[in-house]
């Protein structure tokens, strides 16, 4: 049982380190998939194991607020903003500023990843209509997304992991994340200013796009007011009851994606198609791959072993660095999944989930594939003439990820 455990598990997170298992048409969520289900066909894990081994609080929590955010998306909000934002007649380093804040609020509260998904496209296509090189300012509003998101619950996938994880609450986890998830900004916006200073301007004027006030571009962003109204709502009544710990945060997500889908001319169809179904899958089964391989005994003994050399997970700087080590090899989703059932949370849980966060969140814009949301701002930026190189993203991206994380660690010695 051990050997095939092993060798199962070994393959799958070796495809989530490379993006897709070498040799197959297998991405990082089929990788995962395919792991789990062959766990269970050879039986080193049980049915009833596995199942008892999906945190469905997770999912759960994880598909509402997948539905709160694509009623956003369907309203037209994402492009309207973007739109709005991109247009105002200010200074380059200043259109910054506001992108790197926009990004950062809006993807502390409706999660990181939708919001570079359904933002960038249009992002790109407004800089360029203005004559602007759109590398410093798609950059600016990616290292945003995953430095912001770390300060609240919502603002990612791996931020709920930990909270369900460690039992804390959305007020808990934005007092000891929120101020330096606050600070990144300003630190995201300190380093693309300095790298592009000069730079702001495109080498050769595009002919693609036409100015930001095109008609063409204006289709794009019609928004329907009483879809955003409902959404606002809705999303209003979602952060009173985390604020307040009303209900158990599952339930409440799922209760407003209920909501949501009850509507008499948006089809239902059209909102669950913005719910990202490859990250839900990925999660369950590495909930799965990862219960057979504690199983083992194997990683229990490992973390005894790190001790005795001074690497104490259940001490918050020690799981900083190890979760931004660890999410930049295989992923944030699946660092968070391997860590956190070997935490010890007790009256250290703030601590660890502060620790986890930012080191997760801070660390994913040290590389283009530490994020997703750094694939999209390259994948994106390439659809439209601009590419965006490793050695491109890496200049700015050590600077933002290692100044964020030094802050991060003075942070954490500081509180506690």
Avoid at 18 to 45: C, E, N
Avoid at 175 to 187: C, N, Q, R
Avoid at 299 to 317: I, R, S, V, Y
Avoid at 385 to 394: D, M, N, Q, R, Y
Wanted: aromatic share 8%; with cysteine; net charge neutral.
């Amino acid at each position: 049982m051990v050997n095939s455990t092993v060798v199962i598990f070994l393959l799958v997170y070796l495809a989530m380190a490379l993006g897709k298992l070498p040799g197959f048409k297998l991405d990082r969520t089929g990788s995962a998939l395919v792991g789990a289900l062959a766990l269970l066909v050879i039986g080193d894990i049980t049915g009833q194991e596995a199942w008892d081994a999906i945190n469905y609080k997770t999912i759960a929590l994880l598909f509402g607020l997948m539905v709160l955010s694509g009623a956003f998306g369907i309203s037209g909000f994402y492009n309207y903003a973007t739109y709005k934002v991109a247009s105002l007649k200010v200074s380059n380093p200043l259109l910054l500023a506001i992108l790197i804040v926009v990004s950062g609020g809006l993807s502390s509260l409706l999660t990181n990843d939708v919001v570079v998904v359904a933002m960038t496209p249009l992002l790109i296509s407004l800089t360029m209509a203005r004559k602007l090189n759109p590398i410093p300012f798609v950059l600016g509003f990616c290292f945003a997304a995953n430095t912001g998101s770390a300060g609240t619950l919502i603002g990612s996938p791996q931020n709920m992991i930990i909270a369900q994880s460690l039992d804390l609450s959305f007020m808990e986890l934005l007092k000891v994340a929120g101020i330096p998830a606050l600070f990144s900004l300003v630190l995201v916006w300190g380093v693309i200013t300095l790298i592009y200073h000069g730079k702001w301007e495109l080498n050769q004027p595009t002919t693609s796009v036409d100015t930001p006030r095109d008609k063409s571009l204006e289709a794009d962003v019609a928004i329907n007011h009483i879809e955003l109204l409902k959404a606002t709502i809705v999303a209003l009544l979602v952060m009173i009851a985390f604020v307040w710990d009303l209900w158990p945060q599952a339930l409440v997500a799922l209760g407003a994606a209920g909501i949501l889908l009850l509507n008499r001319k948006i089809s239902s169809d059209d909102v669950l198609k913005e719910v990202n179904y490859n990250l839900l899958i990925l999660i369950a089964s590495l909930f799965v791959v990862n219960k057979a391989i504690a199983m083992t005994g194997l990683p229990q003994a490992f973390l005894t072993e790190l001790k005795t050399w001074g690497l104490d997970l259940n001490e918050p700087l020690s799981l900083l660095f190890t979760g931004a080590v660890l999410s930049n090899s295989v992923g944030n989703n699946p660092a968070v999944m391997l860590l956190t059932p070997y935490l010890h949370a007790g009256s250290d849980a703030a601590a660890l989930g502060a620790a986890l966060t930012l080191g997760t969140g801070f660390a994913s814009n040290l590389m283009i594939f530490g994020s997703l949301a750094g694939i999209i701002a390259v994948e994106e930026s390439k659809k439209h003439g601009v590419i965006i190189t490793f050695g491109e993203f890496l200049k700015s991206g050590f600077l933002v990820a290692g100044s964020c994380l030094a802050m991060a660690a003075a942070w954490i010695i500081w509180l506690y």
